[in-house]
């Protein structure tokens, strides 16, 4: 997964063809990553350690808003 804080990374996570996550204590605003549609959107950095986890057990959840 691609962790990132600006739009510019979701769109790099895309062109990769990979997962991206991102973080809204950024660049850009979290409505502006909103918009581009990540597969995962955190509000709080202890989400982003709660999310990977939740991962690595294979129970993943993107509700870590």
Do not use: H
Not at 14 to 25: K, L, P
Not at 46 to 64: E, P, V
């Amino acid at each position: 997964i691609y962790v990132g804080d600006e739009i510019r990374d979701i769109e790099a996570a895309r062109e990769a063809g990979i997962s991206v996550a991102a973080v809204t204590w950024g660049m850009n605003s979290p409505r502006a990553l909103a918009q581009r549609s990540p597969d995962l959107l955190l509000d709080d950095p202890r989400n982003l350690t709660k999310f990977m986890a939740a991962d690595s057990d294979s129970t993943s959840d993107d509700t870590c808003t």
